[in-house]
């Protein structure tokens, strides 16, 4: 259930019982920094960048109480600040965003030969999705409120030493996208963060956060909070720092496809429709098959539609936990939907932490559209003329 804390770019205001709790010092420098020094793989030290005159007024009087706005312009610190009260959450976070800004550096300078992609810069020789896991392990340990955490590379669950209670456990896929790493093309980091020490037996809607790190031209934090509308973009600058550049909150209607997965089309003929009613209607395709850079167009370009359907030949590969989910967070929080065929991924409960699922991710029209073409009708639908491929 969203919330009592309300934390926009344009507009309006957080509650005075909430704004009271938040100021931009929540998150001190020495705060920051002892999450950069927590391992020499973390490459050099973020210099601190003193609050530039572009920063907006983080707080401001009104006539009755202090208020508490996020802005465009907001450092990660300041934004987390705001938005949240939870402070472990936001070391989580923060923490979280040092290993995608070494991660980055990482995917740039690494030498790649074949389809492997090696660091080799340092004492250890890893290929950078080793490397990706590796700090990411370590900042969650480093964060001390993480109990557990698995990645896709390591489908277990680690303790990492943070507690239970007033901790979080968080699943990640480090380095999505590795089949395309070699090519230059942009890859990312997705995890998801759930509280207390559960994995499984939850579904995506029990996340308190969920994030990804994206490695293109330019290297972007996108998050979505729980507690606050919007999924939320961050790019980061020369210095190191996390700039906030960009809110979603909605993700209207646009003719923009990535279609996941195509082989599937074979023996799965209504997903062949559903492609050809794309064609047919002109449709402008966008797909590099790494799925953070194909998703995260939706959320930029506030429209579009991803599909990656299976058929009986061709599996569902997308894993619930590290990426459906997480990803599922991110488009629902900007505005957007998801579905399995069914229902929202973001309702469907994560048996094993190996589970698999098929997903469509974009506006609500594409989501009905999706879900008649595949299976006859829809649940987001309320009256109103059929929009799917057959209609
Ligand atoms: P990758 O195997 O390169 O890591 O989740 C894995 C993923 O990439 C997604 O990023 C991408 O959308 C999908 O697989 C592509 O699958 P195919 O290679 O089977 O087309």
Redesign the pocket.
Known sequence: MEATVTCYSRGAFLPASVSSMHSTSMVSPSFTSRCLKSSSLFGESLRLVSKSSSVKASRANNSSSSVTKCEIGDSLEEFLSKATPDKGLIRLLICMGEALRTISFKVRTASCGGTACVNSFGDEQLAVDVLADKLLFEALQYSHFCKYACSEEVPELQDMGGPVEGGFSVAF?PL?????VDTNFTVGTIFGVWPGDKLTGVTGRDQVAAAMGIYGPRTTYVLALKDIPGTHEFLLLDEGKWLHVKDTTLIGEGKMFSP??LRATFDNTDYGKLIEYYVKEKYTLRYT????P?VNQIIVKEKGVFT?VASPSAKA???LLF?VAPLGFLIEKAGGHSSDGYKSVLDKVINNLDDRTQVAYGSKNEIIRFEETLYGSSRLKAGGVPVGAAA
């Open positions: 896929d999505d996208g590795s089949s395309i996941g997965n098959g790494g799925m953070v194909d990656n590969k997308l894993r990426e």
